[in-house]
């Protein structure tokens, strides 16, 4: 008679079930949105290869399917790393969480093995983890889930996971082949796998990707007309005080600022320009979405000349300005009045413009 003996474990349900004395499956199933992928880490024991870890990848398992990763008649240890497609089409790392006691077969861990996102692989090391660096086109990924096999965890072992494509918080380690997209600014931009380019084939400058999600300051999707009230209004009230800015001294460089100017675009892309005596300044562009409005900082110049930045939310760089990627937005006024008016209206606009992810066509 089969016996199944079902577990309960935080963020995941493992399943086992003996079927025979000396075999193992590995199954993992995918109750998310989004799809995941598998990579595993053997443990073998070999008079060929001697004592190694065979690290292969990947497994995909699509939403509500399961797919098998490992299968062995004389099983060994098996460390498990996964990833997910996030709704920005970059693929970030998934860690596994199980609990249970010592009756679950599965445990955490925290492991580094090297991987290549995006193409198959399939190698042998003698040393477990990453620490000595990986090859070219290959990067280190946490292996969360450990499955000991061969401490008589023998029979059917199912392990589920929830990855949710909105869930942004964890951390990038690539971006699918194929994505694109549109920057800050417009310019069509589109990923081939190992790196962002334009439409020309040109890449793009190292200067422009964020090095934390490897992604430049992209477009959001459009998602309210900036000539509707009250947006509309808004943003008559920071074009009126950036209109009405009087030159000013930038002790800092010792230039003289001439202009100050803002724009909104439907797609929650804020814009600061300025010139000075020796010309303009690239533009400052960033989703409101993706700012930290609630902490401006103010840097006073000489009088009547106030420098005001927003910081980009969690430390990313968000902002595009020319051909780089920025951590802070910035622009110029000649009063704190004049600043608080801003802060306030962009506050007030930021709610209606909640989505700061990059909109992406995969197609």
């Not at 090859?135 to 292996?143: S, V, Y």
Request: negative net charge.
């Amino acid at each position: 008679m089969l016996v199944r003996v079902l577990l309960f474990v935080l963020g995941a349900v493992a399943l086992f079930s003996p079927f025979r004395a000396d075999a193992s499956v590995v199954s993992i199933c995918n109750q998310g949105d989004t799809s995941l992928n598998v990579t595993i880490a053997v443990y073998t024991k070999s008079i060929l290869w001697g004592d190694s870890y065979h690290v292969t990848g990947w497994y995909a398992v699509e939403p509500a399917k399961c797919a098998t990763v490992y299968s062995a008649e004389d099983p060994e240890s098996v460390y498990l790393g996964f990833t997910y497609l996030g709704s920005d089409q970059s693929v970030r790392k998934y860690v596994s969480d199980p609990s249970g006691g010592q009756d679950n077969p599965f445990k955490a861990v925290s492991e580094s093995f090297c991987v290549a996102v995006g193409q198959a692989f399939d190698y042998r090391t003698k040393v477990k983890g990453a620490a000595g660096g990986c090859q070219a086109a290959f990067q280190p990924l946490e292996f969360s889930l450990y499955a000991a096999l061969d401490s008589d965890n023998y029979g059917r072992l199912e392990y589920t996971l929830f990855p949710r494509r909105e869930d942004l918080d964890e951390d990038v380690v690539g971006t699918r082949a194929g994505t694109t997209a549109r920057l800050i600014f417009g310019d069509v931009v589109q990923f081939d796998g190992a790196q962002w380019t334009y439409t020309n084939g040109s890449a793009l400058p190292h200067s422009l990707i964020n090095q934390k999600t490897n992604l430049p300051p992209l477009l959001p999707k459009a998602q309210f007309s900036t000539d509707k009230a009250p947006v509309a209004q808004y943003l008559k009230q920071i074009k009126d005080v950036t209109n009405a800015f009087q030159q000013c001294r930038d002790t800092g460089r010792g230039a003289e600022m001439m202009s100050s100017r803002f724009d909104l675009d439907d797609h929650g892309v804020a814009a600061f320009a300025s010139s000075d005596n020796m010309g303009a300044n690239p533009p400052y562009g960033a989703a409101v979405a993706n700012l930290d409005l609630d902490n401006p900082h103010f840097d006073d110049h000489d009088p009547g000349c106030l420098f005001v930045g927003f910081d980009c939310k969690n430390g990313m760089q968000c902002v595009r300005q020319g051909n780089d990627a920025q951590t802070s937005l910035s622009f110029w006024v000649n009063s704190r009045d004049q600043a608080n008016a801003i802060v306030a209206a962009l506050k007030a606009i930021a709610a209606f413009y909640p989505d700061g992810q990059g909109e992406v066509d995969n197609r």
